[in-house]
Nanobody
Framework: QVQLVESGGGLVQPGGSLRLSCAAS????????MSWYRQAPGKQRELVAT???????NYVDSVKGRFTISRDNAKNTVYLQMNSLKPEDTAVYYC?????????WGQGTQVTVSS
């Protein structure tokens, strides 16, 4: 069965950094578009960043210049480097893998930005 496992979340002070990882198994990772979503309490799930199989990236405006999505196909892993974190970045972050349909989701990792 397909498995996406996120890691790297935690508690960080404003201005700090975290790197999230998502390790995939049982998919042909290199052909999938990989994305990071986040969901804060009471909010809709929001697309944060994507990276295509060809390496093209896209970001929601609120994280541009602060977050970087990357992938290592040899490790079947996608990363989200988060710098200059703000309290409004607090959310559960989810990894998504999509190649047409269906797509796959991890269970999420909590990121809390607070002093």
């Amino acid at each position: 069965q397909v498995q996406l496992v996120e890691s790297g979340g935690g508690l960080v002070q404003p201005g700090g950094s975290l790197r999230l990882s998502c390790a995939a198994s049982r998919i042909i990772f290199s052909i999938y578009t990989m994305s990071w979503y986040r969901q804060a309490p009471g909010k809709q799930r929001e697309l944060v960043a994507t990276i295509t199989s060809g390496g093209s990236t896209n970001y929601v405006d609120s994280v541009k210049g602060r977050f970087t999505i990357s992938r290592d196909n040899a490790k079947n892993t996608v990363y989200l480097q988060m710098n200059s974190l703000k309290p409004e970045d607090t959310a559960v972050y989810y990894c998504n893998a999509k190649y047409y349909a269906p797509d796959y989701w991890g269970q999420g990792t909590q990121v809390t930005v607070s002093s």
